[in-house]
């Protein structure tokens, strides 16, 4: 709510000015290097998929994995398991191969690998299986009874656990090596390890005993001032709110006061249209400020954000504030609509919390890299159909989006689903295969039989050296028999019949190839991002692949599949 009030009765005014400083921004550098170009088997583990399990999210529970790590890893898991063909539809007890080390079971070999490197120097080791809630930290604290020097004794009990590549990044039931006793802890480091041929990007060092959910999430999209408003202002609108970033904005204190904001310095989210977030950058505002507004409103809410702060803890924040809506990290595809069903992976989903909200949709966010492609217009265009908003972020630039495409679509083809007759002749023209309409045809001759007769059929159709005949209604078993032994191939199709069923029938007749069932296409089969959209209709092969369908068909998805699958679609 936006009030101004103006005038006599107004006695003071509680201005609060802030000049805009700006943020230093730390950029991320890390890069992942390659030895070799073959992905090694050597540093390999095999798990075993869950049901709902997405190759991104078992990537991301990989030990050290960044979401920057994320693409690389994909294509390196596709290598190592060239007999699974679609990895974005894996099934509950296949088996993969995958790159690094088991977050939850470290191999033999690399807890072998680190204890002989002590060996000599008299200390002994012990394991250590991690608990729900564990840091590394506050093992050594409880386990070691360490009380100073956190950082050295992490790096040490990082050498003894090659596996662990960031400190802030261990999992519940991951088994860790430790010094028996905390003297050992000032044993020297132990020679490096040997060296993989697939190394992961070092992540940046985090403040020891930081949560580790806060540190995964930092880094993602650390971004200049400007550039993180403008993705955090794409994605309150998305949610059909509204973000003011410049002028003032007015809240009345009592009758002879009001507070005048300088947006520029403390942004404002309005939500819902009843709830207010002011986002206290930095810091800056006072706790009379955050006292004020909340002695006096309860719609009303104060968050600090660090110049630090990415875009995901941020949304963190002011959802934890407002309750209103929650984000979380995606564990499986985003999928919208039905017909065709189409499937988007995202790293982040905003769902609003009551189902009365609903209205309000949901909202993927992508993290994309300078190597990672960026989602086809049509795709995003067709999951907002479906109130599902797609934003991208790439780290560098703030908001990525793919330009439109412009696909040259001829108007979809639409067959009369009856009667029988028109919609067979509108599926051969549709396919371009000649037909005749209501042919005579002679069942007997006077001079054979003593007597004409003849009857007409729907439609004739020459195929190579095959005369065919269509009736949409039956004849006598007479008739058929001095047809057949005539030399044409009768086909029966009936108006009663469901049109995929007459399809079949005359498909069938004429020899065209067909496939009915569920249809599904990837973006990662055309080397294009991890999304996947599918549909139950009829494949026919006419030169080039048409589907048939007996639903509207999104046109931006038809134009997707024009472009990159050589197909088109017919209706009926």
């Known amino acids: ?8 009765f107004i006695v003071c005014i509680v201005t609060l000015l802030f000049q805009m400083q700006a943020f230093s921004v730390q950029e991320d550098t890390a890069e992942l290097s390659f030895s070799k170009t073959a992905v090694s088997r050597k540093n ?29 890893y994909y294509e390196m898991t596709r290598k190592l398991n060239p007999d699974i063909r679609n990895l974005d539809r894996l099934s509950a007890g296949q088996t993969l191969v995958l790159p690094g080390k088991s977050p939850l079971a470290p191999d033999a070999a690399a807890s072998d690998a680190a204890r002989p490197a002590l060996a000599g120097v008299g200390s002994g080791l012990r394991d250590y ?19 100073t020097a956190p950082q050295k004794a992490l790096r040490r009990i990082q050498s003894l656990n090659p596996s662990i590549r960031n400190v802030n990044r261990i999992y519940a039931g991951q088994k860790i090596v ?57 994605i309150v609108t998305q949610m059909k ?7 003032n904005y007015y809240l009345p204190v009592s009758k002879t006061e009001q507070l ?49 702060d990415d875009i995901i803890v941020i949304m963190k924040k002011i959802f934890q504030t407002t309750k209103t809506y929650e984000i979380t990290k995606a564990q499986t595809p985003l999928v919208v609509g039905s017909a065709p069903a189409l499937e988007i992976l995202v790293d982040w989903i905003i ?125 006598p078993t007479q008739f058929i028999g001095v047809l057949e032994k005539a030399g044409y191939h009768l086909i029966f199709i009936a108006d009663e019949d469901e049109p995929s069923k007459n399809m079949e029938k005359i498909l069938r007749g004429l ?19 991890p999304y996947e959209f599918g549909f139950t209709g009829t494949k026919i092969r006419a030169g080039k692949d048409i589907y048939a369908v007996d639903f509207d068909f999104n046109p931006e998805l038809r134009g997707l599949l024009q472009e990159y699958w050589s197909a088109s679609v017919i209706r009926y």
């Open 44 to 72: 390999v583990h095999l798990y075993t998929v869950e049901k709902g399990d997405v190759l991104s999210a078992i990537i991301r529970r990989l030990p050290g994995i960044t979401e920057k790590d994320v693409p690389v």
């Open 129 to 147: 299986r991690v608990k729900k809630g564990d840091t590394l930290i506050h093992i050594l604290r409880r386990e070691l009874g360490m009380t």
């Open 1 to 8: 709510m936006r009030k101004t009030f103006a005038g006599a």
């Open 260 to 308: 005048t904001i300088d947006c520029s310095v403390i942004p404002v989210v309005e939500l819902d249209n009843r709830t207010t977030i002011f986002l206290d950058l930095e810091h800056r505002s006072n706790r009379h400020l955050k006292k004020i507004i909340g002695d006096h409103w309860n719609n009303y809410h104060l968050v600090a954000v660090d110049d630090k």
């Open 511 to 529: 020899g065209v190839l067909f496939t009915a069932g569920y249809f599904s296409f990837s973006g990662r089969d055309m080397n294009q991002p």
């Open 351 to 475: 769902t609003p919390r009551a189902p009365r909200k609903a209205s309000a949709g949901v909202q993927g966010i992508r993290f994309v890299y300078e190597a990672s492609p960026l989602l086809p217009r049509a795709v995003v265009n067709a999951a907002r159909q479906h109130a599902a908003a797609i934003t991208e972020i790439s780290p560098a630039s703030g908001l990525a989006a793919k330009a439109e495409e412009l696909y040259a679509l001829p108007p979809l083809t639409t067959l009369p689903a009856a009667p029988a007759r028109d919609f067979s002749y509108a599926l051969l023209s549709a396919l371009n295969i000649p037909a005749q309409k209501d042919t005579d045809v002679q069942v007997f001759n006077i001079a054979r039989d003593g007597f004409n007769l003849s009857v007409k059929a729907d439609l004739s159709v020459v195929r190579g050296d095959r005369n065919i005949l269509i009736f949409s209604r039956p004849l």
């Open 178 to 234: 430790l010094p028996d006793d905390p003297a050992s802890s000032a044993l020297p480091l132990p020679p490096a390890a040997r060296t993989t041929e697939i190394q992961a990007p070092a992540a940046p060092e985090e403040p020891p005993g930081q949560d580790a959910a806060s540190a995964d999430a930092r880094g993602a999209a650390v971004l200049s001032p400007a550039a993180r408003l403008a993705v955090l202002k794409h």
């Open 241 to 247: 709110g509204n973000m003011i970033t410049s002028g």
